[in-house]
C-alpha cells in the first residue's frame, strides 16, 4: 500500500465559500482567492506524495473543480452530510483503492509549511503513531493523518467550532491510539487572517514560494485597488 494526501477541496462558488471574507472581499473576489487557495495547496501536496487525491464537494461540480487543478488527480467524491461523515467516508473509499497511511488536509492554509506534512508522513510510514494532528489557533485542525481509517473518530465532534481539536483528541484517546501532534497553524477564514496571510506573503519568502499563485492574485488585487483610489481622487 502507499501513502495517499487527501485535499478536501470545496467547488469555488461566489456565494458558497470564503463567505466570512465578504466583505472586505466581494463574493466573486473570495471565490476566486478560494480558487488561488486550491491550485497552491495541491501544487505543495504533489511535491511531497506522488498519490494526491482531491476528495471534491458538491458532486455536480467536479468538473469545475478539474478545469481549476488538473484533471490527471484521482477524483473522489465527498460523501455524508457533516464533515465527519464525509472524512471517514473519504478514508474508507481512498483505503479500499490501496492507498496507507492517508493524510487529509484542507485549502484554508495556503502558506502551511510542506514540512509538517512530510512529518506527519514520516511518523505514520515509520508507524510511530496511528494519528497525526496539525491544530489550527481557531481550535480545529489543518491536518489529520491516519494509518488506517478509524471512523470513530469523528464522531460526536461540534465541527466548525472552538472544540474539533480537543473532542477530536479525546476520541483518539478513547480509541486508545498513539497520537502524534504536528506545529500549529492558521486558517485563512476571516478578515483578521486575511491581513496577517498578507504580512506573511511580504515578509517570507518561503511563503510567497509556497503560495504563489495566492501571492500574485493578492498582489493584483491591491494594484487594482490603489488605481481606484488615485481615480477617485482624481
Same mark, same amino acid.
Given at each position: ?26 463574493? +466573486? ?47 473522489? +467524491? ?16 481512498? &483505503? ?89 497553524? &492558521? ?43 488615485? +481615480?477617485?481622487?482624481?
Amino acid at each position: 500500500m502507499r501513502p495517499a494526501i487527501i485535499v478536501m477541496v470545496k467547488a469555488p462558488r461566489a456565494g458558497a465559500v470564503k463567505t466570512r471574507l465578504v466583505p472586505p472581499l466581494s463574493a +466573486e473576489q473570495a471565490a476566486a482567492l478560494a480558487a488561488c487557495f486550491a491550485r497552491d495547496v495541491v501544487g505543495n501536496m504533489r511535491r511531497i506524495a506522488s498519490d494526491v487525491v482531491i476528495a471534491f464537494a458538491p458532486a455536480n461540480e467536479r468538473l469545475m473543480i478539474e478545469n481549476i487543478l488538473l484533471p490527471d488527480l484521482l477524483y473522489v +467524491e465527498q460523501r455524508g452530510g457533516t464533515l465527519g461523515e464525509r472524512l471517514a467516508n473519504v478514508a474508507a473509499d481512498v &483505503y479500499a483503492r490501496g492507498s496507507s497511511p492517508l493524510i487529509f488536509t484542507g485549502t484554508d492554509s495556503p502558506t502551511l509549511p510542506g514540512e509538517f506534512i512530510e512529518d506527519a508522513l514520516r511518523v505514520l510510514v515509520g508507524k510511530a503513531a496511528d494519528v497525526t494532528l496539525g491544530a489550527t489557533d481557531d481550535g480545529g485542525y489543518y491536518s489529520i493523518g491516519l494509518r488506517h481509517p478509524y471512523p470513530t473518530l469523528f464522531d460526536n465532534v461540534s465541527w466548525s467550532t472552538a472544540h474539533v481539536y480537543r473532542q477530536t483528541v479525546a476520541n483518539i484517546e478513547q480509541a486508545k491510539l498513539r497520537l502524534y501532534e504536528l506545529p500549529g497553524w &492558521y486558517d485563512v477564514d476571516e478578515s483578521s487572517d486575511l491581513a496577517r496571510l498578507q504580512v506573511e506573503l511580504d515578509t517570507s519568502l518561503d511563503a510567497r514560494q509556497r503560495a504563489p499563485v495566492t501571492y500574485r492574485w493578492l498582489a493584483r488585487l491591491r494594484e487594482l485597488e490603489h488605481i481606484g483610489d488615485q +481615480e477617485n481622487v482624481g
